[in-house]
């Protein structure tokens, strides 16, 4: 037997003993050692000098990684309570951890537990889905380290966009302005009212704009409040995080083009909420000179996976559950849901919203013929001045998709 295949069989028999003792042992730090042996300038002689340099070099990696082991121990504590952390394998867990705690400690490059690039894939996924307030980070590259056409180790190394104490500056602006828009729902409050709080509160004070700065994360929407769909969706699931609430970012294509949302914890149930098609700019039917009006639409407010998939398509990133709950959904909640037909209910939410001063109302029918039916009668026939007596015009929107009536008071 020849002194290279003594050494792979030494190799690999002490690459296997090490992931018995130690699973968060990367198979990338052994693999440096085995190819320095093979391929460095020094001639290495003998089976047992083989032998020993291995040994020392696995005891010099298990030293090093007991503080490893020891800060992914927190961060998985961390993780725990994450919606996609909680879906995965155990062995793509053990690489989110590491994933994770490298972009979070700003590491340049860590070897992982996996020689799957489509495991070390999925687990960079998961981390962003879950953690929405990673601003600093826009990628990652991977090396593969090989033996004899084999994979034998793989390094991951984020990429960053921010220097770290660049990102240690920015964490005290964002955080500044997180605790500005908290202060405004209490701790105490339900995990509707805290969801509601938190989409009436972005969909309102942050403008889309396909241009702005920092659109692929939270800066966007914190220090320059201006974003695009992904900004909303990871501002959204840090808010939410921040009170309480589990909540992941899901990616996927709406009407055609690439989309981001969440998926919601509330009440025990999962619900899909759109922020950014939750503010609304519309150009109001029923008077085409009439100026845009600024209005939260709540029809993106905790849906379930059917009302979802009627504009939207998730991609496979992540794991996803069957929505059906609907105790939460803003029309449920609110009282403004109707699945059968009558008349006078539908016309004293419209004559309450325009007594008490409202600028608009929504109003949810459980079919198309129902929402059909009311347009009709309120908006074709004007039926509506029958409730609102002083009322002189009104701005609509259609959105017959969702059997969403919504009515703006001139």
């Avoid at 004293?348 to 059909?372: H, P, R, T």
Wanted: with cysteine; net charge negative; proline share 1%.
């Amino acid at each position: 037997m020849g002194c290279e295949e003594s050494f792979v069989i030494a190799y690999l028999k002490k690459r296997e003993e090490l992931h018995v003792k130690k699973r968060n042992i990367t198979a990338g730090s052994i693999c440096l050692s085995c190819m320095l042996l093979l391929t460095g300038c020094g001639m290495v002689s003998g089976l047992e000098d083989i032998r020993g340099y291995v040994e020392e070099q696995i005891d010099g990696i298990g030293a090093r990684q007991q503080d490893v082991c020891s800060e992914q121990v927190e961060v998985a504590h961390l993780s725990n309570g994450k919606y996609v952390y909680q879906t995965l394998p155990k062995e793509t867990q053990y690489v989110y951890d590491e994933v994770y705690d490298a972009i979070l400690h700003h590491k340049e490059s860590v070897n992982v537990s996996t020689l799957e690039l489509d495991v070390l894939d999925q687990a960079y996924q998961s981390v962003m889905a879950d953690y929405g307030e990673l601003f600093w980070v826009s990628g990652y590259t991977h090396t593969q380290y090989t033996l004899e056409d084999a994979v034998v180790g793989v390094e991951f190394a984020p990429m960053y966009t921010k220097t770290e104490e660049e990102t240690k500056a920015l964490w005290t602006d964002v955080n500044a302005k997180v605790e500005e828009i908290l202060s405004g729902i209490e701790m105490t409050a339900s995990d509707y009212e805290k969801a509601r709080y938190v989409y009436d509160y972005l969909a309102s004070n942050i403008d889309y704009e396909a241009d702005s700065e920092e659109n692929q994360n939270i800066l966007s929407v914190f220090l320059n409040g201006a974003t695009v769909c992904q900004g909303y969706a990871c501002a959204t699931q840090y808010l939410l995080g921040k009170l309480g609430i589990e909540s992941a970012i899901v990616s996927g294509t709406a009407d055609g083009g690439q989309h981001a949302w969440n998926l919601v914890r509330l009440d025990g149930d999962y619900y899909y909420i759109d922020t950014t098609w939750g503010n609304a700019s519309y150009g109001w039917d029923g008077d085409e000179t009439a100026e845009k009006a600024h209005a939260v639409n709540y029809s993106y407010f905790a849906v379930t996976t059917e009302e979802l998939l009627r504009t939207h398509t998730p991609d496979d990133a992540i794991r996803l559950p069957e929505c059906t709950a609907t105790a939460d959904n803003y029309f449920v909640r609110e009282n403004l849901y109707f699945d059968t037909w009558d008349e006078d209910a539908v016309g004293m939410v419209f004559s309450d919203a325009y007594e008490q001063g409202k600028e608009d109302v929504s109003i949810k029918f459980g079919s198309e013929e129902l929402y059909n039916q009311a347009f009709d009668w309120f908006i074709t026939e004007q039926h509506i001045l029958d409730y609102c007596k002083e009322l002189t015009s009104i701005y609509y929107l259609e959105d017959a998709e969702k059997e969403v009536l919504t009515v703006r008071f001139a």
